[in-house]
């Protein structure tokens, strides 16, 4: 079945780059997203990417897909204290179907 | 619009009694989802809707739940006898649901569910 995997935690100073990675096991997997949570409140989508780019940036955000290892990675540059919060990885296979997510990486920028 | 909404955003109830929830979709909107969320856990989805239509349920969807989405519109979700393992976050999200393009799902605030 489809399994998203990340890491727990991450631990950032101000100003550095954060990178949260992810891996996936569904190789059909099409659409990979990112969404941030912050406490208390829903998801907010920060960023999406196709199986069929290597790398997409916005703004302070890069996203790297190996689609070889399965393995998507998000890049905060400049990490800001506003940036605390959980993230998560979330797949789907097909357009209009069910995202599958990971458990969240959570975000902490150490000021 | 100012996006997907929840309603209530928390709920208390007590073990063996009955919620509903409400979720209003992003206008035009043609696809909802619900999904749930424990704590430490990422969103697992429940079910999903096109326009009226229910079209898909997951395993975690025991018989005591029931969505509905009468006119295409807003939905309900509707735990009944609640046990205390339903305590949980509810999250409903919406997408164009039409072709071309991503079809993005946007994601409500989520009503906070406690039982006691």
């Known amino acids: 079945g489809e399994d998203v995997e990340q890491s727990l935690f991450l631990s950032v100073r101000e100003g550095d780059s954060s990178v949260i990675n992810c891996t996936y096991t569904d190789s059909s997997s099409t659409y990979l997203y990112w969404y941030k949570q912050e406490p208390g409140a829903g998801l907010q989508l920060l960023t999406y990417i196709f199986s069929n780019m290597d790398m997409k940036q916005d703004q302070r955000l890069t996203v790297l897909l190996n689609k070889k290892d399965k393995h998507l990675s998000l890049r905060i540059a400049d990490t800001q204290t506003g940036d605390s919060a959980i993230y998560f990885c979330a797949e789907s296979p097909f357009r209009n179907t069910p995202l599958v997510f990971g458990k969240g990486t959570r975000l902490s920028v150490i000021a | 619009d100012t996006g997907v909404s929840q309603d209530p955003r928390h709920k208390i109830t007590k073990r063996g009694q009955n919620v509903t929830f409400r979720c209003d979709p992003i206008s035009e909107h043609n696809r909802l989802y619900w999904y749930r969320q424990t704590l430490g856990q990422g969103p697992e989805f429940l079910t999903y809707?096109?326009?009226?239509?229910?079209?898909?349920k997951s395993r975690l969807l025991s018989d005591r739940f029931s969505a509905e989405r009468p006119k295409g519109s807003f939905s309900t979700l509707e735990i009944q006898r609640t046990e205390q393992g339903d305590s949980a976050m509810y999250l409903c999200?919406?997408?164009?649901?039409?072709?071309?393009?991503?079809?993005?799902?946007?994601f409500g605030p989520g009503t906070r569910l406690t039982v006691l």
């Open positions: 999200a919406s997408s164009p649901g039409t072709s071309g393009g991503t079809d993005t799902q946007y």
């Open positions: 809707f096109q326009n009226e239509a229910q079209l898909e």
